[in-house]
């Protein structure tokens, strides 16, 4: 469930990129985040997944432990140009 998330948001416009991390040491312990362009982008991609996603598999809140830790962050696009995603994975 958590991936398809993932990877919808990483389809629609506005979405700079959505990754999820697993717990090294318990793999039920889940990271997930997600870069918008705006805040107005983030709104629109959570409001297409609340309507469509949601209603197909009844929403992510039964697989939630405790309270999840959310906030909007802005980020400069000089710091996001600094990510090297892929270059740093052992091969």
């Known amino acids: 469930m958590m991936r398809a998330r993932q990877e919808y ?3 629609q416009p506005g979405c700079i990129g959505a990754w999820l991390g697993l ?3 318990d793999g ?6 997600s870069a918008f362009a705006s805040a107005d ?3 629109r991609i959570s409001k297409e997944i609340q309507s469509t996603l949601d209603v ?5 809140e039964g697989m939630l432990l405790g309270p999840p830790l959310v906030g ?8 996001l140009n600094n ?3 892929g270059q740093n994975s052992p091969e």
């Open 9 to 11: 948001k990483r389809r």
């Open 56 to 60: 197909d598999d009844g929403g992510i």
């Open 23 to 25: 717990g090294a040491e």
């Open 72 to 79: 909007i962050f802005e980020i400069p696009d000089s710091e």
């Open 83 to 85: 990510l090297r995603f």
């Open 28 to 33: 039920s312990m889940m990271l997930v985040q």
């Open 41 to 43: 982008d983030w709104k």
